[in-house]
C-alpha cells in the first residue's frame, strides 16, 4: 500500500453520466495530481494542485472538472465524457509543493465510458 | 537480456538472470529521474531514483544508471524473480518545471520460469 487510495476502482458510466472520482493520501503531503493512462501511451498530466491551490492544467476539456477540498483529498469530477475517456485515471502524491520529487501513486479509477 | 524502453517494449529473461531495461530521454534540462514499476492493476510503485549530479544509484537489488552525455537511463535488476514481472517505465524531471513529470510509454519485463 502507497498511503494514496482511490475510489471507485472501476467505474461503467454513460455518455450522459455525471460521476465523480476520488482519491485520498494518508501521507501528508503537499501536492496532488491526477493522471490519464490510456493502453499503450506514457501517463498524461492532467492536473496538479499544490497546497489546495490547482497550479496546472494541462489543457484538459472542461468536461474533466478537479476539486482539491483539502490537502488530504482530490477529486475528479466528470460529466458528458466520450469514449475516448475511458482509461485508468491515477492519483498520485508528492511531499514537496515546489520542487520535483516522488510521487506516489493510488492504484487508479479503471473508466469505462459508453 | 537488454532492451530499449521507448523502441522495444518487451524484454523476457529467465529467472535468476539480470534484467537491464534502458530509457532515453529526450530533454537535456531534465535534472532528476524516476524508474516506475506498475503491476497489472495496480498504480506505479517507485523503484528508484538519481538527480543529475549523480551518474549511479544502488538500492536493494536494483542499480540505476544515468549518462547525461547521451540522455541515457537504465535500470538494472539483479537475480530476476517472477514477482519482478510488470511494466517497467521512466520518468524525468525538467530543471525549472517543477511538479511536472514526463513518463516514458514503458516496458513490460517478462520472467520466465
Known amino acids: 500500500e502507497t498511503g494514496v487510495t482511490q475510489t471507485p476502482r472501476h467505474l461503467v458510466m454513460g455518455m450522459t453520466n455525471k460521476k465523480s472520482l476520488k482519491c485520498e493520501q494518508h501521507?501528508?503531503?503537499?501536492?496532488m495530481y491526477w493522471y490519464k493512462q490510456s493502453a499503450k501511451k506514457p501517463l498524461e498530466l492532467m492536473f496538479v494542485y499544490s497546497l489546495e491551490e490547482r497550479v496546472e492544467n494541462n489543457s484538459v476539456p472542461s468536461r474533466f472538472s478537479p476539486e482539491c477540498p483539502n490537502s488530504s483529498h482530490l477529486f475528479l469530477h466528470l460529466h458528458t465524457l466520450q469514449p475516448e475517456d475511458s482509461a485508468l485515471y491515477l492519483c498520485a502524491s508528492s511531499p514537496n509543493p515546489q520542487g520535483a520529487d516522488e510521487q506516489y501513486f493510488g492504484p487508479g479509477t479503471r473508466l469505462t465510458v459508453t | 537480456g537488454e532492451s530499449v524502453g521507448l523502441h522495444l517494449p518487451t524484454l523476457s529473461v529467465q529467472e535468476g538472470d539480470n534484467s537491464i531495461i534502458n530509457c532515453a530521454y529526450s530533454?537535456?534540462?531534465?535534472?532528476?529521474f524516476i524508474w516506475y514499476k506498475q503491476e497489472s492493476g495496480k498504480g506505479p510503485q517507485f523503484i528508484i531514483d538519481i538527480r543529475s549530479n549523480m551518474d549511479k544509484r544502488q538500492g536493494q537489488r536494483v542499480t540505476v544508471l544515468l549518462n547525461k552525455t547521451v540522455k541515457h537511463l537504465s535500470l538494472q535488476i539483479a537475480a530476476t524473480q517472477p514477482g519482478d514481472s510488470a511494466v517497467y517505465f521512466c520518468?524525468?524531471?525538467?530543471?525549472?518545471?517543477?511538479?511536472?513529470?514526463?513518463f516514458g510509454s514503458g516496458t513490460q519485463l517478462t520472467v520466465l520460469p
Open positions: 520518468a524525468e524531471n525538467m530543471r525549472g518545471s517543477a511538479r511536472q513529470l514526463t
Open positions: 530533454n537535456s534540462a531534465s535534472d532528476y
Open positions: 501521507l501528508g503531503h503537499n501536492a
